[in-house]
């Protein structure tokens, strides 16, 4: 079994986008049930906190630097880790992942 990142996008800044709060209540339904399945399953490697918007970045000349980073329509909402057998197996996971519902995107790498 292999470990994979997933890593879930979608506009979090454009008004219209955004879910109701009845809506919300639904998606975050959804997400304790896709997590919930996940581990019952024994596919939850290793769940990740949602960003807490701190950071750093570190850029090319070694100057390091306190968020808030460059604002982009697509942001990074989270990430967890799974296990699966393959790519395509990390795929079929991953086209079950609330965000999709929102218009979002996942992301798969090989995690190391």
């Not at 994979?4 to 959804?30: A, G, M, T, V």
Request: proline letters at 4%; glycine letters at 8%.
């Amino acid at each position: 079994m292999n470990e994979f990142l997933l890593i879930f996008r979608r506009d979090f800044i454009s008004k219209e986008s955004q879910p109701s709060p009845e809506e919300l209540q639904q998606h975050l339904q959804q997400w304790q049930n896709w997590f919930g399945s996940l581990a019952a399953q024994d596919k939850l490697a290793r769940p990740l906190q949602r960003w807490d918007g701190q950071g750093k970045l570190v850029t090319s000349n070694k100057g390091i630097t306190d968020g808030p980073f460059v604002e982009i329509k697509e942001s990074i909402g989270g990430m967890i880790i799974i296990k699966a057998k393959d790519y395509d197996e990390a795929a079929a996971i991953a086209q079950e992942c609330p965000v999709l519902n929102l218009g979002g995107n996942v992301e798969i790498r090989m995690a190391f």
